[in-house]
C-alpha cells in the first residue's frame, strides 16, 4: 500500500463496532435519538435547536454525548450509524418519520 493510500485510509471515519453501537443505543436518550434522527436527515445543530426550542450549546451537547454514547468520531459517524440502525428503531412523536 502507497503511502498516500496509508495516510487517507487513516483518515477515513472508522465505523462503530457492533458491540459499540448496541452498548450504545441501550445507553441513549429518547432525545439523543431524536437529535440522531435529525442529524441523519442533514439537520445542522441550529436547526435542530428551532425544532426543539433549545439553545444551540443543547444540542451541542447532544451531539457530543452520541459520537461518546455511540463510539463514532464526529457528527458524520452519528448520520451513518443512524442510516444503518437507528431507522428500524420506534419513533417518539417529535421525530418525524422517513
Known amino acids: 500500500m502507497s503511502p498516500q493510500t496509508m495516510r487517507a485510509?487513516?483518515?477515513?471515519?472508522?465505523?462503530?463496532?457492533?458491540?459499540?453501537?448496541?452498548?450504545g443505543l441501550?445507553?441513549?436518550?429518547?432525545r439523543e435519538l431524536e437529535v440522531a434522527s435529525w442529524i441523519g436527515r442533514?439537520?445542522?445543530n441550529d436547526e435542530i435547536a428551532?425544532?426543539?426550542?433549545?439553545s444551540t450549546p443543547t444540542?451541542?451537547?447532544?451531539v457530543e454525548n452520541l459520537i461518546r454514547k455511540l463510539g463514532v468520531e464526529n457528527?458524520?459517524?452519528v448520520c451513518t450509524w443512524w442510516h444503518?440502525?437507528?431507522k428500524t428503531l420506534p419513533r417518539s412523536g417529535t421525530a418525524e418519520s422517513n
Open 9 to 23: 485510509a487513516s483518515r477515513a471515519p472508522k465505523p462503530a463496532s457492533d458491540s459499540a453501537v448496541s452498548i
Open 26 to 30: 441501550e445507553r441513549l436518550t429518547p
Open 42 to 44: 442533514g439537520k445542522r
Open 50 to 54: 428551532k425544532i426543539f426550542e433549545r
Open 59 to 62: 444540542v451541542k451537547k447532544h
Open 75 to 77: 457528527r458524520t459517524g
Open 84 to 86: 444503518e440502525h437507528g
